[in-house]
């Protein structure tokens, strides 16, 4: 491939000179040539890309070194002058202060002219080379997500791209030990503590260190608060020697907070699951205590000191299942009966219970926006969440305040939701819960939704409102965002999704109606001993026949001796091995007449996943009552309920 032949331009006033020097240069360079300094500025301002400009020093009216020293800045040509040994003085001096390249006297030297011309423009090609991957660094470095600090060892800073300004909030500024961190306010990991020069990565690789990547927090007048990740590399001279530093400035601050939020939803995962297991125990206790307490009740005459006693027990089991209703709705496990509501009307409705509540020191606002969408929820939940927000307000107002419970339609975009965990974007009615109180820290706000976590005194709180209000939330397909800051206040805004439609509410059950005088056989399949053993007693006290088995296994066995006998399996539906709603398929495709009655701890949540839960299914939730068990079982028996199209159970 044929090289590209530079540009020359020649200047003289003399036609023979231009004309000698054209015959000299023509076969390496494309000669343009003037004998006139002022069209020579025309020239080379029309063509840029001349390389070289050899000039004659006495000119008329401008001589070589003025016409050279006007293209200044303007042309990146090289420049040669061609004099006479008169003028050899000024043009000496010209060299040393760097307006020429070079200098040829006449009369010239063919091959010493041409061979400076050819340094001139080879020297002229190696500068564009140069000029452009200057240029493609400063853009690289520009375009950057990263902030990109480099330093000589003596601290002079050499190179500051434009991201490294934004994340430190000001511009370059010289390496200083003792002032830097202060300077762009960047600390430690304690956030307190200025970052000291033994822990700046950038300063241990100045001193030829390679230091790992160090987390620093930079707050400043126009950096409010950012977790950047710092990297610090040695810088190398061609003989391996350090010559600096450089640093790498990542601001990480998104990527920290949806790991805390992740870690957070987790824990919340976590504690849900730990929350219903415990739940589920505690709810068959309960069954034995109440059960029991119920029964020796019975047995005692009016009058017996003793009934009060038992009243104390049942009221405090009532209170413990109470207890438990809140550990189930945080870990969604509670049943629910969702219907279409508007908000508004929901906050209209308990507005007036809840200025009795909070209390004549607090004003209460409703701002509720018109043409509000439509939700689907639990409208018995939904109050519970209100209520617990309003009463946690009315707690962090000691002195008073003001309480603003506001709705509005939104609509969150897919940008927003890529940037926060566990947000997605669409159409949601969102519900606002806010308070002008004592506000929360960081560590609070990532703690709130935990059960039993609470920051009011002993004996204020139980630490379960607001795990309540997270498992509703959860359970309702929304999303709920907490904005706080100490001394000034806190925001609960849940995001419900919004309705597109208007969906026909179907009731899950026909109305109820137990005949005392049912009776029959009952087959109780129950893994939990005690409860097994307390619902056969009060079943076989009510004038049924109780066949009872501890696993579905027996529950099979017993079935092949005794099924056509059998008119109703009672069952639990979390079993080992086997679910309840398995072994109730596996028993009414044999026996076609057996009808099902459901019990469990695990309410909803657990009991749906097992595919219990659909419309028309009978069911009776521990912990329950003596009278609540046998009702439901005379009602499953007399047919009162529909039985669901999979299955024979009712």
């Given at each position: 491939?044929?090289?590209?032949?530079?540009?020359?331009?020649?200047?003289?006033?003399?036609?023979?000179?231009?004309?000698?020097?054209?015959?000299?240069?023509?076969?390496?360079?494309?000669?343009?040539?003037?004998?006139?300094?002022?069209?020579?500025?025309?020239?080379?301002?029309?063509?840029?890309?001349?390389?070289?400009?050899?000039?004659?020093?006495?000119?008329?009216?401008?001589?070589?070194?003025?016409?050279?020293?006007?293209?200044?800045?303007?042309?990146?040509?090289?420049?040669?002058?061609?004099?006479?040994?008169?003028?050899?003085?000024?043009?000496?001096?010209?060299?040393?202060?760097?307006?020429?390249?070079?200098?040829?006297?006449?009369?010239?030297?063919?091959?010493?002219?041409?061979?400076?011309?050819?340094?001139?423009?080879?020297?002229?090609?190696?500068?564009?080379?140069?000029?452009?991957?200057?240029?493609?660094?400063?853009?690289?470095?520009?375009?950057?997500?990263?902030?990109?600090?480099?330093?000589?060892?003596?601290?002079?800073?050499?190179?500051?791209?434009?991201?490294?300004?934004?994340?430190?909030?000001?511009?370059?500024?010289?390496?200083?030990?003792?002032?830097?961190?202060?300077?762009?306010?960047?600390?430690?990991?304690?956030?307190?503590?200025?970052?000291?020069?033994?822990?700046?990565?950038?300063?241990?690789?100045?001193?030829?260190?390679?230091?790992?990547?160090?987390?620093?927090?930079?707050?400043?007048?126009?950096?409010?608060?950012?977790?950047?990740?710092?990297?610090?590399?040695?810088?190398?001279?061609?003989?391996?020697?350090?010559?600096?530093?450089?640093?790498?400035?990542?601001?990480?601050?998104?990527?920290?907070?949806?790991?805390?939020?992740?870690?957070?939803?987790?824990?919340?995962?976590?504690?849900?699951?730990?929350?219903?297991?415990?739940?589920?125990?505690?709810?068959?206790?309960?069954?034995?205590?109440?059960?029991?307490?119920?029964?020796?009740?019975?047995?005692?005459?009016?009058?017996?000191?003793?009934?009060?006693?038992?009243?104390?027990?049942?009221?405090?089991?009532?209170?413990?299942?109470?207890?438990?209703?809140?550990?189930?709705?945080?870990?969604?496990?509670?049943?629910?009966?969702?219907?279409?509501?508007?908000?508004?009307?929901?906050?209209?409705?308990?507005?007036?219970?809840?200025?009795?509540?909070?209390?004549?020191?607090?004003?209460?606002?409703?701002?509720?926006?018109?043409?509000?969408?439509?939700?689907?929820?639990?409208?018995?939940?939904?109050?519970?969440?209100?209520?617990?927000?309003?009463?946690?307000?009315?707690?962090?107002?000691?002195?008073?305040?003001?309480?603003?419970?506001?709705?509005?339609?939104?609509?969150?975009?897919?940008?927003?939701?890529?940037?926060?965990?566990?947000?997605?974007?669409?159409?949601?009615?969102?519900?606002?819960?806010?308070?002008?109180?004592?506000?929360?820290?960081?560590?609070?706000?990532?703690?709130?939704?935990?059960?039993?976590?609470?920051?009011?005194?002993?004996?204020?709180?139980?630490?379960?409102?607001?795990?309540?209000?997270?498992?509703?939330?959860?359970?309702?397909?929304?999303?709920?965002?907490?904005?706080?800051?100490?001394?000034?206040?806190?925001?609960?805004?849940?995001?419900?999704?919004?309705?597109?439609?208007?969906?026909?509410d179907i009731s899950q059950q026909a109305p109820t109606a137990s005949s005392p005088a049912v009776v029959g056989t009952v087959l109780v399949v129950e893994d939990d001993t005690a409860v097994r053993q307390v619902a056969a007693r009060i079943l076989r006290a009510q004038g049924f026949t109780v066949l009872e088995a501890r696993r579905p296994s027996e529950a099979r066995i017993v079935c092949a001796q005794q099924g056509a006998s059998i008119d109703l399996l009672l069952t639990d539906i979390?079993?080992?091995?086997?679910?309840?709603?398995?072994?109730?398929?596996?028993?009414?495709?044999?026996?076609?007449?057996?009808?099902?009655?459901?019990?469990?701890?695990?309410?909803?949540?657990?009991?749906?996943?097992?595919?219990?839960?659909?419309?028309?299914?009978?069911?009776?939730?521990?912990?329950?009552?003596?009278?609540?068990?046998?009702?439901?079982?005379?009602?499953?028996?007399?047919?009162?309920?529909?039985?669901?199209?999979?299955?024979?159970?009712?």
């Amino acid at each position: 491939m044929e090289a590209v032949k530079e540009r020359v331009l020649l200047v003289d006033d003399e036609p023979q000179v231009l004309i000698a020097l054209e015959d000299l240069l023509d076969e390496d360079f494309i000669v343009l040539k003037t004998g006139s300094p002022e069209h020579a500025l025309e020239i080379v301002h029309d063509h840029p890309d001349i390389a070289v400009v050899v000039s004659d020093q006495r000119m008329p009216k401008m001589t070589g070194d003025e016409l050279l020293a006007q293209l200044g800045a303007s042309s990146d040509a090289r420049r040669i002058l061609v004099t006479a040994f008169a003028d050899l003085s000024a043009v000496i001096r010209a060299v040393n202060n760097g307006k020429i390249f070079a200098y040829v006297t006449k009369p010239w030297n063919a091959d010493d002219l041409r061979m400076k011309v050819r340094k001139a423009a080879e020297h002229f090609r190696l500068a564009q080379v140069l000029a452009q991957e200057r240029r493609l660094l400063n853009s690289i470095l520009n375009s950057l997500n990263d902030g990109i600090v480099v330093a000589d060892r003596a601290g002079k800073c050499l190179l500051f791209n434009p991201q490294a300004e934004k994340i430190l909030g000001a511009g370059a500024r010289d390496v200083d030990p003792e002032s830097w961190a202060r300077h762009y306010g960047v600390f430690g990991s304690n956030r307190k503590d200025h970052l000291s020069p033994e822990a700046n990565p950038l300063l241990r690789a100045m001193a030829g260190e390679e230091p790992p990547q160090t987390e620093v927090f930079v707050r400043n007048g126009k950096v409010s608060g950012a977790t950047i990740a710092m990297t610090g590399t040695p810088l190398s001279g061609s003989n391996n020697d350090v010559m600096g530093g450089v640093a790498v400035l990542r601001d990480v601050t998104q990527q920290r907070e949806l790991e805390i939020q992740l870690s957070q939803s987790q824990k919340m995962d976590a504690i849900g699951r730990l929350a219903g297991g415990v739940a589920h125990d505690f709810n068959n206790l309960l069954v034995v205590i109440q059960s029991y307490s119920e029964l020796i009740r019975a047995d005692l005459a009016e009058g017996d000191s003793k009934r009060d006693d038992l009243d104390e027990i049942l009221t405090a089991s009532r209170r413990a299942g109470a207890l438990t209703k809140q550990l189930l709705a945080f870990s969604r496990k509670e049943t629910v009966q969702p219907t279409t509501l508007n908000l508004n009307e929901v906050v209209s409705a308990i507005e007036k219970m809840l200025k009795r509540i909070i209390g004549e020191d607090i004003e209460l606002l409703t701002e509720l926006s018109p043409g509000l969408g439509l939700v689907r929820a639990d409208a018995g939940q939904l109050d519970q969440v209100i209520l617990n927000l309003s009463v946690n307000a009315r707690d962090a107002m000691p002195d008073g305040g003001q309480l603003t419970i506001e709705t509005q339609n939104v609509t969150i975009d897919r940008e927003y939701a890529e940037t926060h965990l566990n947000v997605v974007p669409g159409n949601f009615v969102m519900l606002a819960v806010t308070d002008a109180g004592i506000g929360m820290d960081a560590e609070t706000q990532r703690r709130i939704f935990e059960p039993f976590f609470t920051t009011k005194e002993v004996g204020k709180g139980t630490g379960l409102g607001l795990a309540t209000v997270y498992g509703i939330v959860q359970q309702s397909a929304a999303q709920i965002r907490v904005y706080s800051e100490v001394g000034r206040g806190t925001s609960f805004k849940i995001y419900f999704p919004r309705l597109d439609t208007i969906e026909t509410d179907i009731s899950q059950q026909a109305p109820t109606a137990s005949s005392p005088a049912v009776v029959g056989t009952v087959l109780v399949v129950e893994d939990d001993t005690a409860v097994r053993q307390v619902a056969a007693r009060i079943l076989r006290a009510q004038g049924f026949t109780v066949l009872e088995a501890r696993r579905p296994s027996e529950a099979r066995i017993v079935c092949a001796q005794q099924g056509a006998s059998i008119d109703l399996l009672l069952t639990d539906i979390i079993m080992p091995g086997c679910t309840g709603p398995q072994l109730a398929r596996e028993l009414t495709a044999r026996y076609p007449n057996l009808h099902v009655l459901y019990m469990s701890g695990y309410p909803g949540g657990a009991a749906k996943r097992a595919g219990a839960l659909e419309p028309g299914t009978a069911y009776v939730e521990k912990p329950f009552s003596p009278a609540t068990l046998v009702e439901k079982v005379r009602a499953a028996l007399s047919g009162a309920t529909e039985p669901p199209k999979s299955g024979r159970t009712t």
